[in-house]
């Protein structure tokens, strides 16, 4: 599965990207600090701003949601974005 989080933000802008997965009102960090956590941990690798999962599960249905910061000489830009995931 592949889930993309497309942005706005200038060429050459330091990113900060974080992916959290979110489960019956539970938050848990996907991609934090420059590396997968969790269950994702060795079956997941970055597509620039977007994750690609391999064998997924059922346990992986959830809703992930990117979190994306840039700093520029405007100061701090923020942009996110939402994907459920459904396996069946």
């Not at 979110?22 to 956590?37: C, D, K, L, P």
Request: positive net charge.
């Amino acid at each position: 599965a592949i889930l993309s989080c497309k942005h706005k933000f200038s060429k050459g802008m330091s990113l900060r990207i974080e992916w959290k997965k979110i489960q019956s009102q539970e938050v848990s960090f996907v991609f934090y600090n420059g590396e997968f956590t969790g269950d994702l941990r060795g079956r997941a690798e970055m597509l620039n701003t977007g994750i690609r999962i391999r064998n997924v599960t059922r346990k992986d249905s959830a809703t992930y949601r990117c979190e994306i910061s840039a700093k520029s000489e405007e100061g701090q830009r923020l942009g996110e974005a939402t994907i459920t995931l459904t396996v069946l």
